[in-house]
């Protein structure tokens, strides 16, 4: 079955520091795969998606991922945090049944110091 | 930009009444879902549904229904509400090819039940 993890289940740092969300993924072929992005009180909103093609993609606020099929990874990169990006980040697998179901990892909650 | 739109944002009401929690969307996307998420936890899918006239169960068992008789209308509805109904309720919408579609989310319903 399919299953993702994310390891970190808050994450503190820095204004202006780089930032890395870890997102491991068990499924046998490739995936489709999500980051989305939930300030509080709100819904979730879609950072970037891999399909197929490019391993490093580009999404919104200036984020990017890379997928890594060795590590069965995809994990979430930001060069440089702004306060405003403080929220709980869910990384999701789409389920290859034809109903673009998703199975969510647990979050991990992101705190930014001035 | 996504259009899919929740009513009410919060509720608060007694035990027993009856629910309905309402989901719009006005991008002719043929699935939605609805998925039950406690605070600064992941999200339970509760259910889901292909087109008009399709519904079906999530993979959290949940004493609530659906109903999808138009293509942008999925509303959700509590028979009679219990104290362990008190969750956030999140409803998204994809488009028509399966697998690889991202889904769009409302803001959500943040129910709480005396």
């Known amino acids: 079955a399919q299953s993702v993890t994310q390891p970190d289940i808050h994450i503190t740092v820095s204004e202006g520091a780089s930032l890395e969300l870890r997102c491991n993924y068990s499924?046998?072929?490739?995936?489709?795969l999500f980051w989305y992005v939930q300030s509080p009180g709100q819904g979730l909103q879609l950072l970037l998606k891999?399909?197929?093609?490019?391993?490093l993609v580009q999404g919104i606020k200036g984020f990017e991922a890379e997928f890594k099929r060795s590590q069965s990874s995809f994990n979430l990169r930001k060069p440089s945090v702004h306060w405003s990006d403080a929220a709980e980040y869910f990384c999701?697998?789409?389920?290859?049944?034809?109903?673009?179901?998703?199975?969510f990892g647990t979050g991990t909650r992101l705190q930014v110091f001035p | 930009e996504a259009d899919i739109y929740q009513t009410p944002r919060y509720l608060v009401i007694g035990t027993g009444k009856k629910i309905t929690l309402e989901c719009s969307q006005t991008?002719?996307?043929?699935?939605m879902y609805w998925y039950q998420q406690d605070p600064g936890m992941e999200l339970h899918l509760i259910h889901y549904?292909?087109?008009?006239?399709?519904?079906e169960k999530g993979d959290l068992s949940s004493e609530s229904t659906v109903s999808r008789i138009r293509t942008e209308h999925f509303p959700l509805t509590l028979e009679s509400a219990r104290p362990s109904h008190t969750s956030q309720y999140l409803c998204?919408?994809?488009?028509?090819?399966?697998?690889?579609?991202?889904?769009?989310f409302g803001d959500g319903t943040r129910l709480s039940i005396l």
């Open positions: 991008m002719g996307h043929d699935k």
């Open positions: 549904s292909y087109g008009v006239n399709s519904t």
């Open positions: 998204a919408s994809s488009g028509r090819t399966g697998g690889s579609q991202p889904q769009h």
């Open positions: 891999y399909f197929s093609g490019d391993t």
């Open positions: 999701a697998v789409g389920a290859m049944d034809n109903t673009d179901k998703l199975i």
């Open positions: 499924y046998g072929a490739t995936p489709y």
